[in-house]
């Protein structure tokens, strides 16, 4: 039932309003997202990709670079949402008592969930469309070479579905941990290891069960993917079944879940 | 019902930790009203009130608005409520114009006339020179109004204040009293509550006093002090003459008077007229300061039996 509030007019006026918020300081609020894989394609796609040389993708021999690039959709579609229902929620909740305003008008506690949600996977939309307006600038310079690069933005609807995964997932701590300190902790001890253990920075070698485990049950590993099979091979593949399922898995467990934890925590019961 | 009752709540109910908080407390409310909520640290007024507004539900007892059940009609009966915390929860991201705005968002059907609303509120509450100002750069009283105008900005007929003027000066409480005046004016119920008894005894029509989750008391505010309290509280010092002092609760105690309340060097005793001819009868030599009990009285009066209903429970609870 929570996951109805998704639908509901009150979920979508919260979502509205911290995209106001953002919207007015967007300039400064979109330089990390078009401006980290800049970085990242440097650092890892031409100085490592130097020393890795070449390789095989789905039987396609591809520069590190080539591999990468794809990539880094997955890992700004984990961090954008993640991190702002963890920091940016507590601070709305916390220090800026928004939630106890809002909970005062017809706003419910599941609503005002989803609205974190929503925005999540809003957000995360909105930084990944920067990522991929960037890989395709420079693709366009030859940097790169997608043979595929504009079936890359065919992802950005699957980005929203896992960005709102991950906003629902980073909610049910931000519902819990007892101080903004502690925020720190699922961000080092979950939000890393999930985008390590993803294909999106090297081929995560899957011989071992539990590894084939982690990279099945991990969004942005079919994230990952996905994005790689548009951009490389052309066509979709298995992968976007499996991320709608592993996404809306964790959606619907963890929103309950945070709903039920902040609502002991901002009314007691 | 008729058709002015804006709101019936009966035998509410609410445990935490299972602690009794709040113990078959009833209340009514209607158009026009102002019904003060008093009572001290602990008696169950906070409860009472996010019951009420339906922040939390009842462990037993209903609460219907406009006679409808309120779990019943819940989005609807809340797009009626407007409710002024303790604490500011301004959305401190927009300026005061905007505040109002996007609060107003949160209510459907649709506020509407929205921007000559606003234009009302910023001019009823004075808050007009700082329209484009963000919430944090005003003062306390003008983040007070901020917080009551937006409130009413949905046009509720229900309106919660919970200690709307701690730690105010004199005059922003004024200036809120005023206001509050207004909305009543305008026929808005309004549930207050306060812990400034000049405040509760100005601003209500009816008080409902409660002490360790329970109503001990409610009425107009004047018919309430003579019911409570009696018509004098007489004001006198025993410059620490212990064997004064205990004939005088010794007198108290066979005549079945209120035990006074020591404030500074003096103390503060209510009685009605026939105990007082008695009480200065019996005490000659005592000076004697009188004038009215006020809800300060009151408040103390409670207080004390509170103590003493506590004490004797501890009492009992050692005893083998």
Known sequence: MTLLALADWRSWAVMRRHARVYLRTWYIGMMPPALEPVVAMLAFGLGLGGFIGALVWHGQTLTYLTYLAPGLCAYTALNAPFFHALWGAYVRMHYQRLYDGLLATQVELPHMVAGEILWGGTMGTMFVSAVVAVILALDACGVLHLPHPLLLPLVLPLVFVMGCAMASFALTFTAFLPSIDHMNLPAFLLAIPLSLVSSTYFPVPDGHPLVRLLLAINPVHHLAESARALAILGAPDLHVVWLLLSSGVLLAVTMPLATMLLRRRLLGG | ?320
């Open chain 2, 1 to 320: 019902m008729p058709s002015d009752l804006l709101l019936e709540a009966t035998g509410l109910v609410k445990h935490f930790a299972g602690r009794r908080v709040v113990d078959g407390v009833g209340v009514e409310l209607r158009a026009g009203m102002v019904l003060g909520l008093l009572g001290p640290n602990g008696a169950g007024k906070t409860t009472t009130l996010r019951m009420l507004s339906g922040f939390i539900a009842p462990d037993a007892g209903t609460i219907s608005y406009f006679g409808r059940d309120f779990s019943a009609a819940r989005s609807a009966t809340k797009r009626l409520l407007g409710i002024c915390s303790q604490e500011d929860t301004l959305d401190q991201e927009f300026p005061v114009a905007e505040n109002l705005l996007r609060y107003a968002g949160y209510f459907r059907p649709r506020v509407e006339g929205l921007r000559a609303r606003v234009d009302e509120l910023l001019d009823t509450f004075g808050l007009r020179p700082f329209a484009g100002h963000r919430p944090d750069e005003l003062s306390g009283g003008f983040r007070r109004r901020l917080m009551i105008a937006r409130a009413v900005v949905h046009r509720p007929r229900v309106l919660f204040l919970d200690e709307p003027t701690t730690g105010l000066d004199p005059q922003a409480r004024v200036a809120l009293w005023q206001l509050v005046n207004r909305l009543r004016g305008e026929g808005l119920g309004i549930i207050l509550t306060t812990h400034y008894m000049d405040e509760a005894e100005r601003l209500s029509d009816e008080l409902l006093v409660l002490a360790e989750g329970r109503i001990t008391a409610r009425g107009q505010p004047r018919t309430l002090l003579g019911a409570v309290l009696g018509e004098h509280v007489a004001v006198y010092a025993t410059a620490g003459d212990a064997a004064l002092e205990e004939r005088i609760a010794a007198w108290l105690r066979a005549a079945d008077a209120s035990t006074p309340a020591p404030i500074m060097d003096e103390w503060h005793l209510p009685l009605r007229a026939a105990q007082l001819a008695a009480f200065a009868a019996a005490f000659p030599a005592l000076a004697l300061r009188l004038r009215e009990p006020n809800l300060d009285d009151l408040f103390l009066k409670l207080a004390r039996d509170g103590e003493g209903a506590a004490s004797a429970a501890a009492l009992a609870g050692r005893a083998p």
